[in-house]
T-cell receptor, first 113, second 112 residues
Framework: NAGVTQTPKFQVLKTGQSMTLQCAQD?????MYWYRQDPGMGLRLIYY???????DKGEVPNGYNVSRLNKREFSLRLESAAPSQTSVYFC????????????FGPGTRLTVT | AQRVTQPEKLLSVFKGAPVELKCNYS??????LFWYVQYSRQRLQLLLR??SRESIKGFTADLNKGETSFHLKKPFAQEEDSAMYYC??????????????FGKGTKLTVNP
């Protein structure tokens, strides 16, 4: 099993550009999550999906949209990137819909200039 | 609201010394608590969870409901323990949240 995979690993955007971060898991997990990690701020939840077809906002959803394409895939879209969105983005999945142990992807390092 | 506090942003110890990373939580239900570790530029991985009562890489953590704490301890730190450590809380009771709440993390440096 590959576990949780994310693409791309690195990305540089100019302010105003858009992009989609891809995440996939092959563990048949119900729940999937997107976090951002910033120095001194820890991990902050952007959006999550408790099951296929459902999505909910987390702590910092502004400026982002998500799509739970199917059970395996959960994408994060930045419609108009801003320098404040420079961060490391982690996708995670969980086998249960009650926030049980989460498995993380390798992260995407995004820089917005 | 659920909250996890890790009071130390940075912690530095010498190799062979005991180490304790503090975690306090605020929650009125039945918490499920975890410690995650992130080595330099790697993904987060689960270190241990309180219900399994395991000892992983020499680390242990005891849930103290009276003090609402879940401190991570190791009697003899090794240089390879240098990493970022996150404490996390989940509601495992009936009707609980699907989310984990993370603390802001403690960066542990073990000096030779």
């Amino acid at each position: 099993n590959a576990g949780v995979t994310q693409t791309p690993k690195f990305q540089v955007l100019k302010t105003g550009q858009s992009m989609t971060l891809q995440c996939a898991q092959d563990m048949n997990h119900n729940s999937m999550y997107w976090y951002r990690q910033d120095p001194g701020m820890g991990l902050r939840l952007i959006y999550y999906s408790a099951s296929e077809g459902t999505t909910d906002k987390g702590e910092v959803p502004n400026g982002y949209n998500v799509s739970r394409l199917n059970k395996r895939e959960f994408s994060l879209r930045l419609e108009s990137a801003a320098p404040s969105q420079t961060s490391v983005y982690f996708c995670a999945s969980s086998p249960r819909d009650r926030g049980y142990e989460q498995y993380f992807g390798p992260g995407t390092r995004l820089t917005v200039t | 609201a659920q909250r996890v506090t890790q009071p130390e942003k940075l912690l530095s110890v010498f190799k062979g010394a005991p180490v304790e990373l503090k975690c306090n939580y605020s929650y009125s239900g039945s918490p499920e608590l975890f410690w995650y570790v992130q080595y330099s530029r790697q993904r987060l991985q689960l270190l241990l969870r309180h219900i399994s009562r395991e000892s992983i890489k020499g680390f242990t953590a005891d849930l103290n409901k009276g003090e609402t704490s879940f401190h991570l301890k190791k009697p003899f730190a090794q240089e390879e323990d240098s990493a970022m450590y996150y404490c996390a809380l989940s509601d495992f009771s009936q009707g609980g949240s699907e989310k984990l709440v993370f603390g802001k993390g403690t960066k542990l440096t073990v000096n030779p």
